[in-house]
């Protein structure tokens, strides 16, 4: 098991070396920002790569992954004799005004997410424009009042909804009196999960179940490792079967339109089921493939908005190729495999580290001219291995340092984003990993990945032409970053 930490050769256990080498090269050439994997079989650690600066210690943001730990969490209620998965949900909440339509929803249909609701979200993020978006909201109450009721009966027609899973976040905590990790912390002993898993907080004081859950990649490979062997470890149940054999079984149909992809395949009780299996997948490419048949799992921790199908194709490719029996030793290809995971390394730059440009601007103002940003000036600044952009956005004076052709372990220049509880201001600046390049002479592309309890990245393009400029900012990320969109033009000064 994941938490005996047996590391063995991927040839022991029926895994080319050479595979996983092509697995690793897939992502580096894709350019994917990769922060952690893991692979096992049978038990066993077959690979485990982290990309420097992370390391095994690192506790990484999961996301929607926290809505399959919020579910294994009402298996265990179920065990109990505590909740009834045909129950209406709101049997649970009586001192909630509840929509008749709404008061009929059943706690299987949140677990299957096939609530007659419109909407994906329960509330507005916070942003530096307006830090408190979220310091009333009751998500209970939203969730089952008649705004955004849809025209659908309950039990059909599933819409992907994380009001839904916060809910029965807070179903384990009424029901139990604890939030769903302190009250699945004897599983979680049993399995090897460390204390330091911890989860988010909403504005009442909730485990934020649909997005909050920050765990080592270990401790998230040991969560995962339960899901694939059905809630038992070491023989012993820990979670009920039945429970985890629906949890895990095509429940709705997930397939709509054009947009083809692994999550197209069906979905449980907060887990989806796969091609070849069934898996947690969280916003940012956080993920747990499990392949049942053959006893293989791979985790994949990273901050990638588009990753799902590229990181089945690279984890299906592992599963497809594994043997029934174990290979001959390849100590080449194996010693190859060792070099490799030890030197891995963020990588962000997506042209040259330095141009001839920088002295003809370096330290020298450009004045911007009105935008939707605030942005109103800039300065940009180089040296051999760093750089620096100094803006005005709103008044306020920030300062953004970057490595040149290489990550930087810095902070972005914003205290505004939301920290352990949902609705408060972290009141530090964020961990940022930003990159400077020249893609072009004229053309620098700065990549600031934020890479802290919260996860997102920010891509700013400068187009230098004569004494002017044309500026671009892209954000990405859940309820951070939103202020960072948008283009703007303007002179040296």
């Known amino acids: ?222 969560i995962g490792e339960l899901v694939l062997n059905k809630g038992e470890y070491k023989g012993k149940e820990l979670l009920p079967r039945a429970y985890m054999e629906r949890a895990t079984s095509k429940l709705a149909d997930t397939v709509f339109g054009e947009n083809v992809n692994p999550r197209c395949y069906g979905y449980g009780y907060q887990i989806w089921t796969e091609p070849y299996g069934f898996g947690l997948h969280g916003m940012r490419g956080q993920v747990v493939f499990c392949f049942p048949d053959k006893d293989i799992m791979v985790v994949i921790n990273s901050n990638e908005p588009d990753f799902l199908s590229k990181y089945y194709y690279a984890a299906s490719r592992i599963y497809k190729s594994a043997a029934d029996a174990p290979l001959i030793e390849n100590k080449k290809s194996l010693k190859k495999l060792s070099d490799v995971i030890s030197s891995l390394k963020i990588d962000r730059s997506f042209g040259k580290a330095h141009s001839a440009l920088e002295r003809e601007i370096s330290d020298k103002k450009y004045v911007l001219n009105e935008n939707s940003m605030g942005i109103s000036e800039f300065t940009l600044g180089f040296n051999e291995n760093e750089g620096q952009l100094r803006f005005v956005m709103g008044g306020e004076e920030k300062t953004l340092s970057f490595g040149c052709g290489t990550y930087l372990d810095t902070s972005f220049p914003d205290k505004s984003f939301y920290g352990k509880f949902l609705n408060l201001k972290s009141d530090r600046e964020f961990r940022t990993l930003s990159t400077g390049s020249w893609t072009m002479e004229n053309r620098l592309l700065i990549m600031a990945d934020i890479s802290d309890d919260t996860l997102g990245s920010l891509g700013i393009v400068f187009e230098f032409s004569g004494d002017t400029v044309a500026l671009e900012m892209r954000a990405g990320g859940e309820g951070i970053l939103t202020d960072y969109n948008g283009t703007a033009s303007g002179r040296q000064e």
Do not use: Q
Not at 6 to 15: D, H, Y
Not at 143 to 159: H, Q, T
Not at 210 to 217: C, D, I, M, Q, R
């Open 1 to 222: 098991m994941v938490n005996d930490y047996n590391f063995v050769t991927p040839e022991s256990e029926g895994i080319s070396s050479n595979k996983i080498l092509e697995f690793i090269e897939f992502f580096d050439e894709l350019r994917i920002n990769i922060h952690s994997f893991m692979i096992v079989r049978h038990g066993n650690i077959v690979a485990e790569g982290y990309y420097k600066p992370f390391d095994k210690n690192t506790r990484h943001r999961l996301y929607s992954c926290s809505k399959s730990v919020v579910s294994l969490a009402v298996g265990k209620l179920c065990a109990e004799g505590l909740v009834d998965l045909n129950a209406p949900l709101c049997s649970y909440f009586k001192d909630v005004e509840k929509d008749p339509v709404m008061a009929e929803v059943t706690v299987e249909d949140a677990l299957k997410m096939c609530v007659p609701r419109k909407d994906l979200y329960y509330c507005k993020f916070p942003m530096p424009s307006d830090p408190k978006a979220v310091e009333n909201a009751d998500f209970a109450k939203t969730f089952f009042s008649d705004e955004g009721v849809a025209d659908k009966p309950r039990g059909s027609l599933f819409r992907y909804n994380s009001h839904a899973s916060s809910v029965l976040a807070e179903l384990v905590l009424r029901v139990s009196g604890k939030n769903f990790l302190d009250y699945l912390r004897p599983v979680f002993d049993k399995i090897g999960v460390s204390p330091d898993i911890e989860c988010i907080k909403t504005p009442f004081g909730v485990d934020w179940g649909a997005s909050g859950v920050l765990a080592t990649t270990r401790d998230f490979a040991k």
